[in-house]
């Protein structure tokens, strides 16, 4: 197949597989020779083994990094750092994505960045939602208080129930009034862990002491 045959199949595509290209007729196995080509050309980007976009002149979509990180690695959520990044709850630009998933840790880096995924088992992986990026795409991302849940369940370590003011100082969360106090407890308890939830304690505390 030509690459202007190729282009014009997929290019309304934000994302293609490999094994998705056997309907064009092709052979898969053919197909797989033509994409490593094409993507030392530069002619289209692998975001993971076996997942690719064309190229930023020939695509219709730019898919967004919150699309993207549901689509490299599922089930996941956006959540953590990025999440927090999304709803203003921190003043930090982040730029790694983060997600939570069900599955084992793992990572991918591409052309649009470094995907980071990390584990938490079945019966935490709760409290997203589901909303649309600016493509009208959709993607799962953590509700503003189980972004803060699951990052500090993953960070629990640097936390201490004596050291309140960490919230502020060193994490600078803001914007806190968005934050329903009895739903962040209750997705904290979703962990069975006491010091998730002492802290989360702690935090809803540290929010009454911002909000008044």
């Known amino acids: 197949m030509k690459y202007l045959d190729f282009k014009n199949k997929v290019k309304d595509f934000p994302v293609f597989s490999s094994s998705q290209l056997s309907v064009f007729g092709e052979k898969e196995a053919v197909l797989r020779n033509q994409l490593s080509y094409w993507k030392k050309k530069n002619l289209v980007l692998e975001i993971k083994k076996g ?8 695509r219709k979509i730019t ?17 953590t750092e990025f999440a927090l990044g999304f709803y203003d709850l921190i003043p930090e630009r982040v730029v790694d994505v983060t997600s939570v998933t069900t599955r084992k840790t793992s990572r991918f880096q591409n052309p649009f960045g470094l995907f980071i995924y990390q584990h938490i088992s079945i019966p935490c992986f709760d409290g997203y939602r589901e909303t649309k990026d600016e493509n009208n795409l959709s993607f799962m991302i953590a ?9 500090i369940y993953l960070n629990l370590g640097r936390f201490t129930l004596n050291r309140p003011e960490i919230f502020e100082l060193s994490y600078r969360f803001q914007n ?22 002492s802290v989360v304690k702690a935090f809803i505390e540290f929010i009454n002491t911002q909000t008044g």
């Open 51 to 58: 997942m690719y976009v064309l190229n930023e002149h020939d």
């Open 176 to 197: 806190l009034d968005q934050i329903d106090s009895e739903y962040l407890l209750n997705l904290a308890t979703l962990f069975r862990c006491k010091k998730l939830v």
């Open 143 to 151: 509700t503003p208080e189980k972004a803060i849940v699951d990052f």
């Open 63 to 79: 898919p967004s990094r919150y699309f993207l990180a549901n689509q490299i690695y599922a089930p996941s959520y956006v959540s």
